[in-house]
């Protein structure tokens, strides 16, 4: 046959010369020529007609043979493999035949971003010795159907294996070590190896067999992890050839298995693999395409040589002083994160103690700046040593306030970084003044080293609307300074030096995102309903009454959840009834009749109170929090219940933490009491679900209940047993695991037993992604992060029942949280997950 065969764009992206493929294997073409496509577009098609011969377990890779013969492998990325099929899903089977344009894969281009090693996607001929390979577009934009490769019959074959030869046939049976087996890899190293040999060497398993020298039959044997092979060798070096082949594949490999988790660092790159991407923590969400910024502050010197204790007195207070002036000037005009961060920092420059160490440290003949390093120092000491994050992350504040105090005592300004438009800062940590201090109009993006996302600075970042990734690793700060760097705050992906296709579908999300905005505004008075009009309702969750407003202008149909602890927090004293009183009615006001859910106070485990002396529970976040604190302190429930009582119009009220019926009957009497005493009607009481006994018994408690309100962050971290204020862990407290789900599944069918309603409140309200699957689950009403309401209204507007529930179906089969988004959902958008502080 000498017709040449066109293959045609199997995916649409950035079409490359093979050599260009960031992995040897298929850059040095042992498994055959052909060219190489960065995909824009997560879907595989055929490249022309065929059958389906190949199709890898995990669903990375599809071999087609055409008429002709001609044997195309299409790799989606490289070692995808590692994702073991997450964010693969397959449209075809083996032996199906196919058309040239026939969708054979869909593929998560997101997903496979942070986890595969490149998306970069080999298209090869692997039986090529009959063909010449020649590339049609290599260096540009391609789409779906160009011609990409002709491939001319030469009418060579492929060797067929000579005859073993006379002498001995040796045998050495071996145990796979490989973590992924010999897939196309290893596979294709097995046979170079093979190469170097004169013997004639086969690789044998149960009963099969394949010429060691070729990479393909190696592959296509489908040998895994700890299957045993056998090599089997015959010719002058058969016995060297047997030693080489099973050490190459006993040997565990650079490839140990990886877990599918979105925060796993790629490994420390080598000599020649240059930096191209860091995975990190997502602290607050957006993307940004900018030019890399170090920011290396010197550390301030500090004046070791000490005067007279009264002057080195004098200086410590005059800086002390000025600093708390500068802050003091910082507070007006501020946003409510900026001003509660500043006003932290005022609190601990007045910290008595800290004042009396560095006086103490002054009288022993310290200088001013020596005695208050020392003061700060020890308290950052103690609280690291507490182990706790969120006090890891409060020694940071503790930290800057040494910073500019220094700073003043040494006479030096803070140094002023002239930073470029959209410039995306990277530093090993940022110190909250320090970010106040850069010109926010030119700051696109946040990439750190360290940090966690619930820092100050997380919160800040979001405040601002800065997308921000933490925990990136100290290879951050290797980057270059003005290097082009694409940063994901959804995703917690930083991307160096992209390809300009990638810039070119990083420009077309921004674009996306900004149009999906202000489609999603226009429409954001709009009630929640579903595409085939199933009413959904979109509320906001509050924790401050200036929050109020925004989420009316957003299109909130009402407060969903209130925090409360915002009146109860670094105060020395709990607030009375009337103070309650007149914040729970300025929210109510604000939500201009509206419904309000109040919920109780949750404090302890992470939100702590002085002023109530809870006891040092050896696992907070297991201990007396929630419902338990108020049922413990009847003094401070009945103030809070008689102020929620005292609202109009009417606040509905709901209880955290709950974990059993006594729970809530115990609260009930005490509000049937109050109500009773100011002559209201007892109002609505509801119960958050966010313990899996909640969950589990959710039928119990909806007998008695008016309403449940699933609180997916507390719900995922005792479901999954990872504390979510742990930075190393809280990428994966994702909600989106099969476990919380059926959780959730559980606590919707409970509810719709006794027809009460079911909704989210927790952070699982504000991902795009979950609304399907949670509607799906029988979630009758969503309560997001105010600034997410117009998109989620504009998501379930996209939804019918059908679509959600067959999404909810498919979510609760999956084994991991990365396999659920992984999903996808053709009407559903592409999904921006928000920070993890709902
Ligand atoms: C939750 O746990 O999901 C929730 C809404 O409560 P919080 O985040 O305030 O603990
Ligand atoms: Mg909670």
């Not at 490149?118 to 009959?130: D, T």
């Not at 990479?215 to 296509?220: G, R, T, Y």
């Not at 990083?506 to 505004?521: H, N, S, Y």
Request: aromatic letters at 2%; a negative charge; one cysteine or more.
């Amino acid at each position: 046959m000498s017709e040449i065969l066109t293959l045609l764009a199997p995916l649409a992206g950035w079409a490359m010369p093979l050599a260009e493929t960031p992995d040897p294997v298929f850059a040095e073409k042992m498994l055959g020529d052909g060219l190489a496509i960065d995909p824009t577009v997560g879907e595989l098609r055929a490249p022309c007609d065929g059958e389906v011969i190949g199709l890898h377990a995990c669903s990375h890779a599809v071999t087609l043979r055409a008429a002709n013969g001609a044997e195309i492998l299409l790799h989606v990325g490289l070692e995808t493999v590692r994702c073991g099929g997450a964010g693969f899903e397959a449209q075809t089977a083996i032996g199906r035949k196919v058309r040239a344009g026939d969708l054979l894969l869909r593929f998560d281009l997101e997903l496979l971003a942070r986890q595969a090693a490149s998306l970069v996607s080999p298209i090869v001929v692997i039986n090529g010795r009959g063909f010449a390979v020649e590339p049609l577009a290599t260096g540009r934009e391609v789409a779906f159907g160009e011609p990409v490769l002709a491939l001319r019959p030469t009418g060579t074959t492929e060797p067929i294996a000579a005859a073993a030869a006379a002498s001995e046939t040796l045998r050495r049976r071996v145990k796979v070590a490989l973590a992924h087996g010999l897939h196309a890899r290893p596979a294709a190293l097995v046979a170079k190896e093979a190469a170097t040999f004169a013997a004639e060497i086969a690789v044998e398993i149960a009963g099969r067999s394949a010429n060691a020298r070729s990479p393909v039959a190696v592959m296509a044997l489908g040998v895994r992890f700890g299957d045993e092979i056998e090599f089997v060798a015959s010719g002058d070096d058969a016995a060297a050839a047997l030693e080489a082949l099973v050490a190459r594949v006993a040997q565990r490999d650079a490839e140990a298995p990886v877990a599918v988790v979105e925060t796993l660092a790629p490994p420390a790159p080598g000599p020649t693999s240059p930096l191209s991407a860091l995975g990190g923590v997502p602290a607050a969400p957006g993307l940004a395409i900018g030019a890399a910024v170090r920011l290396v502050e010197p550390e301030v010197a500090v004046i070791e040589a000490a005067g007279a204790p009264d002057a080195e007195h004098a200086a410590l207070a005059a800086a002390l002083d000025a600093v708390r002036a500068a802050l003091t000037g910082r507070l007006v005009g501020e946003t409510d994160q900026r001003r509660e961060i500043v006003e932290a920092h005022l609190a601990f420059l007045g910290d008595p103690e800290l004042r009396q160490t560095a006086r103490g440290a002054i009288a022993t003949g310290q200088s001013a700046g020596a005695a208050w390093a020392f003061a700060i120092g020890g308290y950052v000491d103690q609280l690291r040593g507490v182990g706790d994050a969120r006090m890891m992350e409060r020694a940071a504040d503790l930290n800057d306030l040494k910073r500019q105090v220094l700073l003043r005592l040494s006479g030096e300004a803070a140094p002023t970084l002239r930073l470029p438009d959209n410039a995306i800062i990277l530093a090993d940590d940022i110190l909250p003044s320090q970010l106040m201090e850069l010109d926010a109009s030119r700051v696109a993006g946040l990439a750190i080293s360290r940090g966690g996302p619930t820092s100050h600075v997380a919160i800040l970042a979001a405040a601002m609307n800065i997308p921000a990734v933490v925990a990136l690793g100290p290879r951050v700060l290797s980057i270059e300074d003005g290097a082009l760097v694409i940063l994901d705050g959804d995703n917690g992906r930083l991307q160096v030096a992209p390809k300009s296709a990638e810039i070119a579908a990083a420009q077309t999300r921004l674009a996306e995102r900004r149009t999906r905005r202000a489609r999603a505004m226009a429409a954001a008075a709009e009630p929640g309903r579903t595409a085939d009009g199933v009413r959904i309702e979109v509320f906001a969750n509050l924790g401050a009454v200036e929050e109020a407003a925004s989420a009316v202008e957003n299109g909130a149909e009402g407060c969903g959840l209130l925090r409360t602890e915002f009146l109860f927090m670094d105060r020395d004293a709990p607030p009375g009834e009337d103070e309650q009183l007149a914040a729970y009615q300025a929210i109510a006001t604000a939500l201009d009749g509206r419904p309000l859910i109040i919920r109780t106070l949750d404090i302890g485990a992470d939100k702590p109170a002085s002023y109530l002396e809870l006891p040092r529970d050896e696992n907070p976040a297991l201990g007396v929090r929630g419902v338990r604190v108020s049922l413990a302190w009847p003094q401070l429930l009945r103030a809070q219940l008689r102020a929620i009582l005292r609202v109009r119009p009417a606040p509905q009220i709901m209880l955290p933490m709950v974990s059993s019926l006594a729970e809530l009957r115990a609260v009930r009497a005490v509000l049937a009491e109050l109500a009773a005493d100011l002559g209201v009607p007892s109002p609505k009481l509801g119960v958050m679900v966010e313990t899996p006994a909640a969950a589990v018994t959710a039928d119990l408690l909806a007998a008695e209940a008016d309403f449940l309100s699933i609180g997916t962050n507390d719900l995922a971290q005792y479901a999954l047993a990872m504390d979510r204020t742990n930075p190393q862990l809280a990428a994966q407290v994702d909600a989106m695991h099969p476990a919380v789900l059926r959780l959730v599944r559980d606590a919707a069918a409970g509810g719709a037993k006794h027809g009460r309603p079911v909704s989210v409140c927790g952070g699982l309200a504000s991902d795009l992604a979950a609304a399907p699957i949670l509607i799906g689950l029988g979630v009758t009403e969503l309560s997001a992060s105010p600034a997410v309401v117009p998109e989620l209204k504009a998501a379930i507007r996209s939804l019918t029942m059908a679509q959600c529930r067959e999404i909810a179906e498919r979510a609760l089969n999956q084994t991991s949280a990365a396999e659920v988004r992984a999903l996808q959902l053709a009407a559903a958008p592409a999904a921006p997950k928000m920070g993890a502080a709902s």
